[in-house]
C-alpha cells in the first residue's frame, strides 16, 4: 500500500516558531530546534520549514537557521522564504536542507523555475501555492508575499504551469483552512491532483486524525502536511509537538 509522507510545516517569524490562522493572528510556538528535536524523536517523515516574512522584508530566510536544523534533523526537510535566485538555492542546499520551496518570486517570474530545474534538478524544487477563494467561494486563486497579494491566477493554471517549468513537486496551501483545524479543502487539492501528474503535497485545515484519513480516501496526494495539528493538543490548543503513527492513520473506517 501506497504511503504518503506525513510533513510537520513548522512557520518562523524573526526566527521563531510561530502559527496562524488563515495567515494572521500568528502565535508564538517555541524555539524551531527544540521542534526539530522532538520530530527527530517521534520519527517524522519529513519537515518543511517556511520564513513566512522573508518575502516582504526583502530577504532569505537565515542560513544560521537552516543550518541549525540541518546539524540536528535526522529526516529530510525542505526550506522556502524569499528564495529569489540560483544563488540563494546553492546556499540554502550548502547549508543542508534537501529541497527549496519557491513561492512568490517563482509564480511572478515562472521562468525562474525552469531556470531553478535546469540547474539543480526537479527533485529538489518544490513549488508553493497558496490559495484562497473569491467572495463568492466559486473560485480559487493563487496569493503571493504571505497571502498579502492576489496574482489573479487561478490555482489550476497555476499548477499547471509549475510542472510545465519542471517543477517536481507541488505543495497546495488553503489560505482559508489554514489554522483552522476543520479539515482538508478536498475539492481544491483534487481539482489540482487532477489536472497534474507531478506529486503533490495537501497543506492548510488538518485538525484530527479524520481529516487526514478523509484526505486520504478522497485524493492521492504523495505528501500529507500540517502545522497545527502537529503543534496543539485538545480543545484550548496547548503547545504540545505531536506525529501520530501510520497505523494510527490507517484505520479508515
Given at each position: ?87 540563494d538555492?546553492?546556499e ?32 529538489t ?33 497555476a ?71 502537529f ?23
Open positions: 500500500m501506497f504511503r504518503p509522507r506525513l510533513i510537520p510545516t513548522l512557520l518562523l517569524k524573526n526566527d521563531v516558531l510561530v502559527k496562524s490562522v488563515k495567515f494572521k493572528n500568528h502565535k508564538y510556538i517555541g524555539d524551531p530546534i527544540n521542534a526539530v528535536k522532538i520530530f527527530n524523536e517521534l520519527k517524522a517523515d519529513e519537515l518543511v520549514l517556511l520564513d513566512i516574512d522573508a518575502t516582504s522584508q526583502g530577504r532569505r530566510i537565515s542560513s544560521d537557521v537552516i543550518r541549525r536544523v540541518g546539524e540536528e534533523a535526522n529526516m529530510p526537510f525542505s526550506v522556502g522564504g524569499g528564495i529569489s535566485s540560483i544563488a538555492i546553492k540554502i542546499i550548502a547549508c543542508g536542507a534537501e529541497k527549496v520551496v519557491l513561492n512568490s518570486y517563482a509564480i511572478s517570474n515562472p521562468d525562474f523555475i525552469k531556470h531553478a530545474v535546469d540547474y539543480f534538478g526537479s527533485s524544487i518544490v513549488v508553493c501555492l497558496d490559495i484562497k477563494k473569491n467572495f463568492w467561494g466559486t473560485r480559487n486563486y493563487v496569493f503571493v508575499n504571505n497571502g498579502k497579494k492576489s496574482t489573479k491566477l487561478l490555482s489550476v493554471e499548477a499547471k504551469k509549475a510542472e510545465a517549468m519542471g517543477a517536481g513537486e507541488i505543495i497546495v496551501q488553503s489560505i482559508d483552512c489554514d489554522g483552522s483545524m476543520r479539515g482538508y479543502d478536498i475539492e481544491l487539492i483534487k481539482s489540482i491532483c487532477d489536472s497534474v501528474s507531478i506529486p503533490t503535497t495537501a497543506l492548510g485545515g488538518a485538525g484530527t486524525i479524520q481529516h487526514i484519513r478523509n484526505l486520504c480516501k478522497s485524493v492521492n496526494v504523495t505528501g500529507i502536511a500540517a502545522g497545527s495539528f503543534v496543539y493538543q485538545g480543545i484550548n490548543k496547548g503547545v504540545l509537538i505531536n506525529y501520530p503513527s501510520w497505523k494510527d492513520v490507517i484505520k479508515l473506517d
